[in-house]
């Protein structure tokens, strides 16, 4: 059985919240979080260092043998994430209820 988490992210993701944002992460990982899904719901803005905190949660996790499932994207993220191909290479669902029925009881044994 593993463990599953979820962060709910908010406001920018971008300079110093995007390396608060790695560590968080990389704390979840070393505690034994194997599923982990980021709610970008609330997100307003991302940068370049936002992304790249974002693919390097993804490294992290996939390192560690767990995966990481967004959800929530706001439409301007969506944007940048069609723009630089990110939308290939994270698993985006359309909010935390998907996760819940789809996603969580394959990993919870439910």
Known sequence: ???VDVIKLS???GGPQAQEFRQTV???AQAGVQVL???CSNVTFVD???LGALVVALKTLRAAGGQLYLCGIPKQMMML???TS???VFQILKD???FNTRIRPQYEGG
Do not use: N, Y
């Open 86 to 88: 990110m939308d290939k």
């Open 26 to 28: 990389s704390e979840r």
């Open 81 to 83: 994430f069609e723009l």
């Open 11 to 13: 406001g920018i993701l």
């Open 1 to 3: 059985m593993s463990t």
């Open 48 to 50: 370049s260092s936002g």
């Open 37 to 39: 899904l980021l709610d």
């Open 96 to 98: 935390e209820e998907e």
